[in-house]
Structures are given as C-alpha cells and as structure tokens.
C-alpha cells in the first residue's frame, strides 16, 4: 500500500521560513515525478512546484524564488523550502507522486501552512 506522509507545517510570521518534507513508503514502481500542490480556502487545489526523474523543476509563478524543491527519487523523498513566506501561501499544502508506466498519482493528507501579516 502506498503512503505519503508530509510534515513541517505550521505557523510562522509573514518574512518566515518553513520546509516541509513528504516520505513515502510502499512504492515499487518508477517515479516519474514529485511534487507539492496547495489549497486555500475556498479555492481549488494549485500545483505549486514539482521535480521530474529528468531533473527537470517547474513552479507556480506566485512562488518562484521564493520556494525551492527538492529531494531523491531513489530515496523517494521530496522537500519544498520555503522562503519569504507570505499570508496568501497560507494553505493546506499536499505531496504528490506520479509513478510507472500507468502515470498513477498518489496523494499525501497534507499539512497546514499559516502566515500570519
């Protein structure tokens, strides 16, 4: 059975900095790609960065150089660093992995990032 777990959310001052971490376990097939998505209240669930086995990153243009991701597709392990963090990054923010030839998705439960002004 596949699990995500994320961690490293919580609470912190506009200007702060969180990393948050997402391990899984049970995969057994090739990761195509890692990667984090968010939802704020009352709005659908963004892709925010995401990390392809070709090394390839893309982000959300609202956190270029801001957030980093990062991690070990051999470890199956994802970072997202975030920097400079602002009340509208204030979501809850999910893991996600696409693996083998089927391209499935898995989903983490998320963990709540708040920042408060």
């Known amino acids: 059975q596949v699990q995500l777990v994320e961690s490293g959310g919580g609470l912190v001052q506009a200007g702060g900095s969180l990393r948050l971490s997402c391990t899984t376990s049970?995969?057994?097939?090739?990761?195509?790609?890692m990667g984090w998505h968010r939802q704020a209240p009352g709005k659908q669930r963004e892709l925010v960065a995401i990390s392809t086995t070709g090394d390839s990153t893309n982000y959300a243009d609202s956190v270029k150089g801001r957030f980093t991701i990062s991690g070990d597709n051999a470890k199956k392990l994802v970072y997202l660093q975030m920097n400079s963090l602002k009340p509208e990054d204030t979501a809850v923010y999910y893991c996600n992995v696409n693996v083998g030839i089927t391209r499935r998705d898995y989903w983490g439960q998320g963990t709540q990032v708040t920042v408060s002004s």
């Open positions: 049970g995969i057994i097939s090739r990761i195509n790609a």
